[in-house]
């Protein structure tokens, strides 16, 4: 009998292959299926300069469920885990139910939803976990293995035909180190997407070819779980998790290993919520890192975590790309709505602190900036987008302005905030929906009379927003644009615009496009032909 983990919707689900590495090293005979892999494409719907991708969920047939049925039944499953996050609620009862009508098998749901959401789970499954899954589902897998009870084990719920036991949450585990790395090897992985199972398991969410190789490009990981911060849109403002961190010495510990696995690795990608958290940490990793790895590597920032002497280490040690969250220019809505403590001048500090990091000696020359902002909220008014303006019209240029809608999980306070206040419906909430409910409560809002136009008033923003990242554009042009509403009806003009002085740029900077070469010759040719492409959208 085996415990099967089944991922959805995600190939390269972290927290799904460090599940599996740990049962793995409590020898428990593991699988992992990724059931069907989340496509990106360019967004349709809007006319945006800035790179916009939208996920999207393709349509489960039956071909899919039968392709999941025949694995199953090969691997005779004691245990069936299913992780899950809010948009694949209904996908996750779905399945569920076909499993059941054909095997005599308990599963257990765990992942962001259950833990957020039980409530809404535990009814559609025979258990769910709530919270950190580790030992949970290490205690579960040996009580079924040995056919021991299972019915008391900390942070699981349990549905006997109706009957549900919530019992008690368990302490997060304090040391991190006891932790495996997780598994991405190809052993007991299987695929399964367009309704069979993939012989080309090699494509991730971003379409890069980073699993299941050994020769890989790219390797993920993550140093430390939770946040310190407690923004309203975000999980980590519940109280299932806290910042905790890997040592030093444990995360090369890894990372040594994979650069003697993988002899092409070109980048490391942490997840981690914010990276430059603990001058400490910090400064010892940046020694290490440039030391022991010296490769190029992608991390999270926030405004209020920018330190020069962490950043200037970690730029040494070969920080090349980062994303901070914006999320608006506007102090009044950043700190009633989204919780978030920084003041303009803060958030416009740490972006002068990156920009500084450009001249930094590296083993990148290049240093790519994101800034995210959070889009479509209707609660942004004109005066709040106008600041917003403001904002990005002072921060240094050369910075790349990438938005994503506003989404409603269940319990974050901004979905509760939204739903008290009657602006939007339960209906809109992430899992309520079948697929991904956000482009559902946008269109709710645009067709609200009150509302009338928000889209197109915020798209406007968006563009000139998109406008002030360039260094060849002129300040005073995109105030006196914004002053006079020009285009504010000719969207299409704004965005011509923008494509023209990026294309613009682009010829008379080419250097500034060093990382676009070297994306193009970080995945070998031979992948690429294999692949069809250099980043797999579809
Ligand atoms: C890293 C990360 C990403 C990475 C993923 C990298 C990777 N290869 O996995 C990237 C950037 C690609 C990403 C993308 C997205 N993400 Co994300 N991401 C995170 C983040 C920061 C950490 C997730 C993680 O791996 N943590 C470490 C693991 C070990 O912890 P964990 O996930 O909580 O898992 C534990 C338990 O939940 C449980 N568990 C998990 N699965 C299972 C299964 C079983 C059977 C059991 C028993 C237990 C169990 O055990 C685990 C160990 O304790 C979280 C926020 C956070 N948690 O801090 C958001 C988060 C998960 N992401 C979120 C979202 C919305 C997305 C996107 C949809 C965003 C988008 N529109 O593009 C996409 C979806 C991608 C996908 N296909 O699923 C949301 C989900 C919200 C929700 N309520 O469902 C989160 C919670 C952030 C938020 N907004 O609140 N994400
Ligand atoms: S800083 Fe980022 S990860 Fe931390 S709570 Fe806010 S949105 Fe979430």
Not at 130 to 159: C, H, T
Request: net charge positive; charged share 25%.
């Amino acid at each position: 009998m085996n415990v099967i983990l089944v991922s959805l919707f995600h190939n390269d689900n972290f927290a799904v292959r460090l599940l599996f590495s740990y049962l793995r090293d409590n020898n428990i005979p593991v699988y992992y299926i990724s059931f069907k892999r989340l496509r990106q494409k360019m967004t349709r719907t809007l006319k945006n300069d800035y790179v916009e991708m939208h996920d999207y969920h393709t349509e489960v047939t039956e071909e899919d469920i039968n392709a999941l049925l025949n694995q199953l039944k090969i691997l005779n499953p004691g245990l069936i885990g299913i992780s899950l996050q809010s948009p694949h609620l209904q996908i996750a009862k779905r399945l569920t139910q076909v499993i059941k009508n054909k095997f005599k098998v308990p599963i257990v749901w765990g992942g962001s939803h259950p833990t957020i959401d039980p409530e809404s789970c535990i009814k559609y499954t025979d258990m769910i976990c709530v919270g950190e899954g580790f030992d949970a589902m290490l205690e579960l897998s040996q009580a079924i293995l040995q056919g021991r009870p299972y019915g008391q084990i900390k942070n699981l719920w349990l549905n006997k035909e109706g009957k549900i036991t919530r019992n008690p949450s368990r302490p997060l585990i304090n040391n991190l180190d006891i932790l495996p790395f997780a598994s991405f090897d190809g052993k007991n992985k299987i695929y399964i997407d367009d309704g069979q199972v993939q012989t080309d398991r090699n494509i991730d969410y971003f379409g890069f070819g980073f699993t299941d190789d050994p020769k890989k490009a790219f390797h993920q990981t993550m140093t430390s779980f939770g946040c310190p911060m407690s923004c309203s849109f975000c999980i980590n403002c519940l109280d299932h998790d806290r910042f905790r961190r890997r040592s030093v010495s444990n995360v090369m510990q890894e990372l040594i290993q994979t650069k003697k696995n993988n002899p092409g690795l070109k980048v490391v990608f942490f997840w981690d919520n914010i990276f430059a958290i603990n001058k400490k940490w910090c400064l010892e990793f940046s020694e290490r890192y440039e030391q022991e790895i010296n490769l190029p590597f992608f991390n999270y920032s926030h405004p209020l975590c920018s330190d020069m002497e962490i950043f200037t280490a970690l730029r040494k040690a070969g920080w090349a790309i980062t994303v901070m969250g914006i999320q608006s220019g506007s102090y009044n809505l950043r700190k009633t709505l989204y919780d978030r403590k920084e003041t303009n001048e803060q958030v416009l500090e740490a972006t002068k602190r990156l920009n500084k990091l450009r001249k930094v000696r590296s083993c990148r020359s290049y240093f790519r900036i994101y800034y995210d902002y959070v889009k479509n909220n209707p609660l942004e008014g004109k005066k709040d987008l106008s600041e917003s303006l403001d904002l990005f019209l002072r921060f240094p240029k050369g910075f790349i302005f990438q938005a994503f809608n506003l989404s409603f999980f269940p319990n974050y306070p901004i979905t509760n905030y939204f739903l008290e206040n009657g602006y939007i419906n339960e209906k809109d909430v992430e899992g309520n929906a079948t697929g991904t409910s956000a482009s559902n409560w946008i269109s709710t809002f645009d067709s609200k009379k009150e509302y009338h136009g928000f889209l197109r008033r915020h798209e406007y923003y968006y563009l000139l927003f998109s406008l002030a990242q360039f260094k060849s554009f002129p300040n005073f042009i995109i105030r006196f644009i914004e002053r006079k509403k020009l285009f504010c009806n000719r969207l299409a003009i704004l965005y011509s615009i923008c494509r023209i002085v990026r294309t613009f740029e682009l010829a008379i900077r080419i250097s500034n496009y060093a990382w676009i070469w070297e994306l193009i010759t970080q995945i070998p040719l031979r992948e690429k032909i294999k692949n069809r492409t250099l980043v797999r959208y579809e």
